[in-house]
């Protein structure tokens, strides 16, 4: 592994001039501060603000009456090889904190825009070719001393808050083999909890949960059961030992219930009719204890999928709502195959399942009690069979990874969805030979649109089960969404447009061109009693696939009506020692 310590040097150069002028020393987050995180309004401590994952900001400054006068306040740009940005920044104790492609972090001073210090890893070579979907990073997480962060080689590294040295690091997996890790973790009482990619790669899933303090091992959960575990006979022979069932997407923590959700994806290979059965648990949202790791109980969406239908994509979201009579402790989530899904988060029983797109012919339908898919077999690619299109969504969604928000006060859940289908033909069974590293049985694959509209922005009303409004795009969307007291939601597009929708009519208010698609997921915090937005703008990821060209960039915006920006003897440039001295007669 190449050297850290030149980056290191560097690092500690930047936040050096910026404490000199700096506020004082940050108070630590602590496990209280996470599970009370609703309570404090002005900071976003975790990667969807509180563990329910509501990405629901109480401040209220902004409003569909005033948003028309935001502007920015200030930007930066991240830099690097602009391969896309989808993360969620954090905001604590006046300092942004955000990370960039190839895991790269920045921690920010919010009142002027200038770096307090800066971290970039280094890899080994070879590490793109093994990489799916880009070298993104969806975001950080916070706890006493340190910042936590993915690398993409699997590493898990604590970064010291103060000026963001390494205290540790631990390693996860050999990236050779295909996985990588690209999510943001999640801090449950003192563990660090991880997942990882690599679905395609022939890999097994699994979560694993780290020492805060120390970065030690703890516990590691698979999401595909081995031989004597249930759920083990859903997989023909040795096929559970590749199965996939990756942990790209960050999971959420109900504190009350002490229970950690995690969602896994798509069975491996792409061949279904080689690994008969339903595949548990692929495709399915599970239940851990958080201090053990054993598995409490999981719910599966696409059983013995041979479409690429991700469970885990996007993370979902608990809410406490009465539906039909009945108080229920909920989880919400808009599925990769074109549904969205309400179960009792207790013990993840089944409620009820809607449509988010017209014309899903996968399936012949949901089981209203169960909630168990029937696949249709007319739209299922057999191995060495014909091709089948169009089938309905894409392998992409639906909605993929990109967060939704919900309003507790108006009890709508937002969400961002893609109206599109696919063709399919599955390789010859013969074909398929795992190599380490290398793809693991994928099918022959094309992407349709089905329309002149291709996103949608949506509302839906959990309660009264029905959509409240939609806001479509030309183009796809691969925005998370941020909804406010204030009653707007923001969201953005791949054309870079970063936008305020009215949370209650669907009116798109205000719209500013970022310069480059927006794949990441906005937030909104407080500082010195003002309300700003900030926002992560530049394509990458999976909408680099479908665009010949595109404007590619890497910024972070930063919005507020009336914001001010301070000014500061801080600089963003690091100056080569001894370049241009200082002349002295």
């Given at each position: 592994?190449?050297?850290?310590?030149?980056?290191?040097?560097?690092?500690?150069?930047?936040?050096?001039?910026?404490?000199?002028?700096?506020?004082?020393?940050?108070?630590?987050?602590?496990?209280?501060?996470?599970?009370?995180?609703?309570?404090?309004?002005?900071?976003?401590?975790?990667?969807?603000?509180?563990?329910?994952?509501?990405?629901?900001?109480?401040?209220?400054?902004?409003?569909?009456?005033?948003?028309?006068?935001?502007?920015?306040?200030?930007?930066?740009?991240?830099?690097?090889?602009?391969?896309?940005?989808?993360?969620?920044?954090?905001?604590?104790?006046?300092?942004?904190?955000?990370?960039?492609?190839?895991?790269?972090?920045?921690?920010?001073?919010?009142?002027?825009?200038?770096?307090?210090?800066?971290?970039?890893?280094?890899?080994?070579?070879?590490?793109d070719?093994?990489?799916?979907?880009?070298?993104?990073?969806?975001?950080?997480?916070?706890?006493?001393?340190?910042?936590?962060?993915?690398?993409?080689?699997?590493?898990?590294?604590?970064?010291?808050?103060?000026?963001?040295?390494?205290?540790?690091?631990?390693?996860?997996?050999?990236?050779?083999?295909?996985?990588?890790?690209?999510?943001?973790?999640?801090?449950?009482?003192?563990?660090?909890?991880?997942?990882?990619?690599g679905?395609?790669?022939?890999?097994?899933?699994?979560?694993?949960?780290?020492?805060?303090?120390t970065?030690?091992l703890?516990?590691?959960?698979?999401?595909?059961?081995?031989p004597?575990?249930?759920?083990?006979?859903?997989w023909?022979?040795?096929?559970?030992?590749?199965?996939?069932?990756?942990?790209w997407?960050?999971?959420?923590?109900?504190?009350?219930?002490?229970?950690?959700?995690?969602?896994?994806?798509?069975?491996?290979?792409?061949n279904?009719?080689?690994r008969?059965?339903?595949?548990?648990?692929?495709?399915?949202?599970?239940?851990?204890?958080?201090?053990?790791?054993?598995?409490?109980?999981?719910?599966?969406?696409?059983?013995?999928?041979?479409?690429?239908?991700?469970?885990?994509?996007?993370?979902?979201?608990?809410?406490?709502?009465?539906?039909?009579?009945?108080?229920?402790?909920a989880?919400?989530?808009?599925?990769?195959?074109?549904?969205?899904?309400?179960?009792?988060?207790?013990?993840?029983?089944?409620?009820?399942?809607?449509?988010?797109?017209?014309?899903?012919?996968?399936?012949?339908?949901?089981?209203?009690?169960?909630?168990?898919?029937?696949?249709?077999?007319?739209?299922?690619?057999?191995s060495?069979?014909?091709k089948?299109?169009?089938?309905?969504p894409?392998?992409?969604?639906?909605?993929?990874?990109?967060p939704?928000?919900?309003n507790?006060?108006l009890?709508?859940?937002?969400?961002?969805?893609?109206?599109?289908?696919?063709?399919?033909?599955?390789?010859?069974?013969?074909?398929?030979?795992?190599?380490?590293?290398?793809?693991?049985?994928?099918?022959?694959?094309?992407?349709?649109?089905?329309?002149?509209?291709?996103?949608?922005?949506?509302?839906?009303?959990?309660?009264?089960?029905?959509?409240?409004?939609?806001?479509?795009?030309?183009?796809?969307?691969?925005?998370?969404?941020?909804?406010?007291?204030?009653?707007?939601?923001?969201?953005?597009?791949?054309?870079?447009?970063?936008?305020?929708?009215?949370?209650?009519?669907?009116?798109?208010?205000?719209?500013?061109?970022t310069?480059?698609?927006?794949?990441?997921?906005?937030?909104?915090?407080?500082?010195?009693?003002?309300?700003?937005?900030?926002?992560?703008?530049?394509?990458?990821?999976?909408?680099?696939?479908?665009?010949?060209?595109?404007?590619?960039?890497?910024?972070?915006?930063?919005?507020?009506?009336?914001?001010?920006l301070?000014?500061?003897?801080?600089?963003?440039?690091?100056?080569?020692?001894?370049?241009v001295?200082?002349?002295?007669?």
């Amino acid at each position: 592994m190449k050297s850290l310590s030149k980056i290191a040097v560097l690092g500690a150069a930047t936040v050096a001039v910026g404490l000199l002028y700096a506020s004082p020393v940050q108070a630590h987050v602590e496990t209280e501060d996470l599970v009370n995180a609703d309570a404090n309004k002005a900071e976003w401590l975790m990667y969807g603000r509180t563990y329910d994952n509501q990405r629901f900001s109480p401040l209220t400054e902004i409003t569909p009456a005033n948003v028309s006068e935001m502007t920015p306040v200030w930007a930066f740009s991240t830099g690097g090889k602009f391969a896309g940005l989808e993360g969620t920044p954090l905001f604590h104790d006046g300092v942004l904190y955000v990370s960039a492609d190839y895991a790269r972090v920045f921690a920010i001073d919010a009142r002027t825009g200038m770096v307090k210090w800066r971290y970039v890893p280094e890899y080994d070579e070879g590490l793109d070719a093994v990489v799916c979907c880009g070298p993104s990073n969806r975001g950080l997480a916070l706890k006493g001393d340190f910042v936590y962060v993915q690398l993409l080689d699997t590493r898990l590294v604590a970064l010291n808050i103060a000026d963001g040295t390494v205290a540790w690091e631990a390693t996860m997996d050999d990236w050779r083999q295909g996985i990588a890790s690209t999510g943001a973790p999640l801090v449950v009482k003192d563990h660090v909890i991880v997942g990882h990619a690599g679905g395609e790669f022939g890999v097994r899933g699994y979560i694993r949960s780290y020492n805060a303090q120390t970065g030690a091992l703890e516990w590691t959960a698979y999401t595909i059961p081995g031989p004597g575990e249930p759920g083990n006979e859903t997989w023909p022979g040795d096929t559970w030992m590749r199965g996939g069932g990756t942990t790209w997407v960050t999971g959420i923590y109900d504190p009350e219930l002490d229970l950690l959700y995690w969602g896994a994806g798509n069975p491996a290979p792409w061949n279904a009719d080689v690994r008969l059965g339903d595949n548990l648990w692929s495709n399915s949202l599970i239940a851990f204890d958080p201090d053990s790791g054993d598995i409490q109980w999981g719910f599966q969406f696409t059983p013995n999928d041979p479409f690429d239908y991700d469970g885990n994509a996007p993370g979902p979201i608990l809410i406490d709502v009465t539906i039909d009579g009945e108080a229920i402790k909920a989880m919400v989530q808009s599925n990769r195959n074109g549904f969205l899904y309400v179960l009792n988060r207790e013990n993840g029983e089944f409620i009820y399942a809607v449509p988010t797109i017209d014309g899903i012919n996968w399936t012949t339908g949901i089981d209203p009690v169960t909630g168990r898919a029937s696949i249709d077999m007319t739209m299922y690619p057999m191995s060495g069979g014909p091709k089948i299109e169009p089938i309905i969504p894409n392998l992409e969604g639906g909605t993929n990874w990109f967060p939704a928000a919900y309003n507790p006060d108006l009890g709508y859940i937002f969400f961002n969805t893609n109206d599109w289908a696919m063709m399919l033909k599955a390789i010859p069974e013969e074909d398929i030979v795992y190599v380490p590293g290398e793809y693991y049985g994928l099918h022959d694959f094309q992407a349709y649109r089905l329309g002149e509209n291709f996103g949608y922005t949506k509302a839906f009303d959990v309660a009264n089960k029905k959509f409240v409004w939609e806001v479509p795009s030309t183009e796809m969307l691969f925005a998370g969404l941020l909804a406010t007291k204030g009653g707007l939601v923001f969201t953005g597009d791949e054309r870079g447009f970063f936008m305020a929708i009215d949370a209650k009519s669907g009116e798109v208010l205000w719209r500013f061109q970022t310069g480059s698609g927006i794949n990441a997921s906005p937030i909104s915090y407080e500082l010195d009693g003002k309300q700003y937005v900030a926002i992560l703008s530049g394509m990458g990821g999976d909408p680099l696939y479908y665009y010949l060209e595109e404007p590619k960039g890497g910024m972070l915006w930063v919005f507020a009506i009336d914001g001010v920006l301070q000014d500061s003897p801080a600089s963003n440039v690091v100056p080569i020692p001894g370049a241009v001295p200082l002349f002295e007669q």
